[in-house]
């Protein structure tokens, strides 16, 4: 009987030391988590397994940087936790994305952008970004440079840089953009510099750089433009230079370049 009851104790005592060491390793678990969470950092991420690793230098790293270099090794998405993490990096001005030959990158990373409220450099390079949404930007209107040269786009939404008010230059060369509609380029009052050279454009609709009225360089060459009109440069009256070399030019309407007041070079 003694034994019976010496086992029944061994055996409870075994029990109750085991469901401490459970939670203890729970609770350690648990712990060991959110401080991994609360560690987390953009310019901080190691290893194969991160599909963004970021190089970043200026200000303080991994504090306070001031400048990233992002490559893209693997196939990354618009939901991915990893846009929540710019937010640990709200100083950084310049921000470049480069794309590795196995990387997939096919959209325009707005939920990371959201966090930069002073970028003012953003540069996205050997992308497969097939469209430009609405307001992809995220209405930055500290950036005053964008540039999204060979990134394979084809379309370019309405709205599509909308809201960057102090957006000075935009490059869209060496994509295959096959028309410029009209309200893409909407509430840029400060863009100077228009470069889409190297694209398979052949329409630009009717008072699509309406909204342009100080841009001062527009870079059209190497394309398929075939028509121009009087209402293709329509608002452009502070345009001083126009290249519309290489393309396919075969009618060119009345009074086309009438309200190009101050034009200054022309390549045709």
């Not at 709200?90 to 794309?99: D, G, M, N, Y």
Request: proline share 3%; hydrophobic share 40%; with cysteine.
């Amino acid at each position: 009987m003694r034994c019976s009851q010496r086992l029944a104790f061994l055996l409870i005592a075994t029990l109750l030391s085991t469901g401490v060491t459970g939670n203890s390793w729970k609770k350690d678990r648990k712990r060991d988590k959110l401080k991994s969470q609360r560690d987390a950092n953009l310019c901080t991420m190691e290893g194969n397994a991160a599909a963004l690793h970021c190089v970043c230098v200026g200000g303080s790293p991994p504090v306070n940087t001031t400048s990233a270099e992002c490559w893209v090794f693997t196939g990354v998405t618009k939901d991915h936790s990893i846009w929540s993490l710019f937010a640990t990096q709200p100083h950084i001005t310049q921000l470049k994305f480069l794309v590795r030959p196995q990387g997939l990158f096919t959209f325009v990373p707005t939920k990371g952008l959201r966090h930069l409220s002073h970028l003012r450099e953003l540069q996205i390079t050997y992308a497969s970004i097939n469209e430009v949404h609405p307001y992809a930007f995220a209405n930055s209107s500290s950036l005053r440079e964008l540039t999204l040269s060979r990134n394979q786009i084809v379309t370019l939404d309405h709205h599509a840089f909308a809201h960057l008010t102090n957006l000075t230059e935009l490059s869209l060369d060496e994509n295959r953009i096959a028309e410029i509609r009209r309200d893409v380029f909407v509430d840029l009052p400060r863009l100077q510099k228009l470069y889409a050279a190297h694209n398979n454009l052949s329409v630009i609709q009717e008072g699509a750089f309406r909204h342009l009225a100080h841009l001062l360089e527009l870079e059209l060459d190497t394309n398929y433009i075939s028509v121009l009109t009087r209402d293709t440069f329509t608002g452009l009256g502070e345009l001083k230079r126009l290249d519309l070399s290489h393309n396919k030019i075969s009618m060119l309407g009345d009074l086309t370049f009438s309200e190009l007041w101050v034009l200054e070079s022309l390549r045709s």
